[in-house]
């Protein structure tokens, strides 16, 4: 699914601008304020509108059978071992976000991640090295972790290093300016203006033809992009919606603008040689989506700050590289 060009079951179809999103969260009053309650947020209380998957979801997710789980493999070796070992992310709010008072780590990536260490532990128990998105590869060929839940875009060049399952989410890059900024509507008006971008990410080579004559800024990692925006360092930020919709809600000194001018999908990150683990996953895929579990995930973290009900999943295979 794009979050912004939503495609429903039934016949109803939805058009969901980023602009809306922005004032969505903006009439929420979201922000990082630690020392406050957190915000309610339209979209699905019942599901935990401030981002979090209620239990009732966890308690009611698949679990593998013993048949599911063959000697000597990955699963096996996972199940054994007692807990999931993945690469993500801690700081991405609505996607992968450590809670300061609990220590637990919520989010899209976060609870997807946790339903497939229920399905083949039994419970969901899973332990996250936090990675960056240049070392993600080499963790996964180094089998340093189990699987990269971590809005991993799927492209071929990638797919010839890591397996891909999924893709599980779709998405596209945005546009995230200040709150006060009212120049900016879309990419179109970056043309010569100075973007900061994610290094290593589809922003980098997606932008000279987009915003012809614009100037890049990288950063490591999506907290410093955000921060430099605040600082006033670039005119805007280019990412994926879900990172801007996840730094909005954090942050309401920034607004997202016009809709994405890209489609990408998201994979969940494997190792390349493990043909029978990214198997096994895709079938998990299949039994949550079929299930209502993936929609329900959905709507406790992304859905919680865009209006609607969750959108139809992306069928599985469906991206160039998975």
């Known amino acids: 699914m794009s979050i912004l060009k939503m495609s429903f079951t039934g016949r109803r179809s939805l058009a969901l601008t980023a602009t809306a999103v922005a004032v969505t969260l903006a009439a929420a009053g979201c922000g990082g304020d630690s020392g406050g309650g957190a ?18 979801v966890y308690d009611a997710a698949p679990v593998a059978t013993d048949a599911d789980i063959p000697a000597g493999s990955t699963m096996e070796a996972i199940r054994k071992r007692g807990y999931l070992n993945i690469g993500g992310s801690l700081d991405a709010p609505l996607l992968a976000q450590q809670n300061p008072v609990s220590g637990t780590i919520e989010g899209f990536d976060a609870d997807m991640a946790k339903l497939l260490a229920k399905y083949i532990i039994g419970k969901p128990e899973v332990k996250t090295t936090t990675i ?19 809005t991993y875009t799927i492209t071929p060049q990638r797919a010839t290093q890591v397996a891909f399952a999924g893709p599980y989410l779709t998405s596209g890059l945005a546009v995230g300016v200040r709150k006060d900024d009212t ?8 043309a010569g203006k100075t973007v900061i971008v994610g290094a290593n990410t589809p922003a980098v080579t997606a932008l000279p033809s987009a915003a012809p004559g614009s100037k890049q800024i990288a950063f490591g990692t999506d907290p410093q992009a955000l921060q430099a925006l605040l600082q006033k360092r670039g005119d805007a930020y280019v ?3 879900t990172l801007l919709a996840s730094g909005a809600k954090a942050n309401p000194g920034m607004k997202v603008v016009g809709e994405p001018f890209t489609t990408e999908a998201y994979g969940i990150g494997l190792n390349k040689e493990d043909a029978q683990f990214k198997e096994f996953v895709n079938n998990w895929l299949k039994k949550i989506q079929a299930d209502g579990t993936w929609a329900k995930v959905w709507e406790g973290t992304l859905g919680s700050v865009v209006e609607g009900g969750a959108p139809t999943p992306p069928a599985l295979g469906s991206a160039d590289g998975s």
Do not use: Y
């Open 39 to 56: 915000p309610t947020l339209p979209g699905n209380p019942g599901l935990g509108g401030d981002g979090v998957v209620a239990q009732s």
């Open 132 to 150: 960056g998105t240049q070392t993600r590869e080499a963790m996964l060929q180094a089998k340093s972790v189990d699987a990269v839940f971590q």
């Open 183 to 190: 120049s900016i509507k879309s990419v179109k008006d970056l």
């Open 239 to 241: 990412q994926d919606f």
